[in-house]
């Protein structure tokens, strides 16, 4: 079994900043990419950034000079920083991690719960 568990969300003025972390658990071989999407009320849900397990990494357009992501390795967590935080930026995030349970196994899309990032004017 694999779990992802977000944690760091909650409600911030804009302009300010927040840092969300995603722990991956269980049965896990190896992480290849691992990312974070967000979902706003009434709208799909939408890629926010990527990392690949050798630290590539992509962003949206809209959170581009704003928003970090990073990962450790050792520690199966991917993190993202987010920066000069808008109303826009109000949604539930979720993690996924794309992984290898084992050795034998191709890989899999994971998701964690979500958490709530909501950001007021």
């Known amino acids: 079994q694999v779990q992802l568990v977000e944690s760091g969300g909650g409600l911030v003025q804009a302009g300010g900043s927040l840092r969300l972390s995603c722990a991956a658990s269980?049965?896990?071989?190896?992480?290849?990419?691992m990312g974070w999407y967000r979902q706003a009320p009434g709208k799909q849900r939408e890629l926010v950034a990527t990392i690949t397990s050798g630290g590539r990494t992509n962003y949206a357009d809209s959170v581009k000079g704003r928003f970090t992501i990073s990962r450790d390795n050792a520690k199966n967590t991917v993190y993202l920083q987010m920066n000069s935080l808008s109303p826009e930026d109000t949604a539930v995030y979720f993690c996924?991690?794309?992984?290898?349970?084992?050795?034998?196994?191709?890989?899999?899309?994971?998701w964690g719960q979500g958490t709530q990032v909501t950001v007021s004017s």
């Open positions: 269980g049965s896990i071989f190896s992480i290849n990419a």
């Open positions: 996924n991690a794309d992984l290898i349970q084992y050795h034998w196994a191709g890989p899999l899309g994971y």
